[in-house]
């Protein structure tokens, strides 16, 4: 069975300083991944997705994700925080993409301090 | 840009009553999903949906729970006789066709309180 474990339920940082979010997966077959945000009263939205090519995978608003497969990790960044970046980010895995289930992590929530 | 929709935003009902809970997919999509969130735990994958039928449930997705696309548009999540454990946020999702890496996109959640 898949399984995700995102560490930390709360990260705070400051503006202007290196977002790291971890996400560790556990997948019998190679993984699809994936970065979702979710802003206050907004759905998720999807930030990355790492799909079996390039290991560095680059999304939406400066966030970037490392896919590890000695270290079953696909660890989200940004280098320089923005206020705006304060939001709730799961990371997902599948097994054969985007039309099967995902399974989410509980969620790290990001701060971000001026 | 083209985005999920549900409504209501939030469902405030008493145990043992029916609730449904409405979705509008992207118009050219074709899978379609329930997820659901308990305050403070993950989220996880209720159901999907497919040709006009379910496709793979979890096993939360009991006998209290149906799916149903009654027209071309919208995609229901009904729950038969509420508990106090169904106190969630739901979030509805669909994606198109074909491929791996399709992205499922997500409606902004209807929470349902159940009490």
């Known amino acids: 069975a898949q399984s995700v474990t995102q560490l930390g339920s709360h990260v705070s940082v400051s503006e202007g300083a290196l977002v790291l979010l971890r996400c560790n997966y556990s997948s019998s077959v190679p993984p699809y991944l994936f970065w979702y945000v979710q802003y206050p009263n907004q759905g998720l939205q999807l930030l990355l997705k790492y799909t079996s090519a390039a290991t560095l995978v680059k999304g939406i608003n400066g966030f970037e994700a490392e896919f590890k497969k000695s270290e079953t990790s696909f660890h989200l960044t940004k280098p320089s925080a923005h206020m705006s970046d304060a939001a709730e980010y799961f990371c997902?895995?599948?097994?054969?993409?985007?039309?099967?289930?995902?399974?989410f992590g509980k969620g790290t929530r990001l701060s971000v301090i001026a | 840009e083209p985005e999920v929709t549900q409504t209501p935003s939030h469902q405030v009902t008493q145990m043992g009553q029916e609730v449904i809970l409405r979705c509008v997919p992207i118009?050219?999509?074709?899978?379609f999903y329930w997820y659901r969130q308990i305050l403070g735990q993950k989220v996880e994958f209720l159901v999907s949906f497919y040709n006009n039928e379910i496709s793979e449930k979890s096993e939360i997705f009991d006998d209290q729970f149906s799916v149903e696309r009654p027209d071309g548009s919208n995609f229901t999540l009904k729950i038969r006789s509420t508990k106090l454990e169904d106190s969630a946020m739901y979030f509805c999702?669909?994606?198109?066709?074909?491929?791996?890496?399709?992205?499922?996109?997500f409606g902004a959640g209807t929470r349902l309180s159940v009490l």
């Open positions: 999702a669909s994606s198109a066709q074909g491929g791996s890496g399709n992205i499922q996109y």
């Open positions: 118009s050219n999509h074709l899978y």
């Open positions: 997902a895995v599948s097994e054969s993409g985007g039309n099967t289930p995902l399974v």
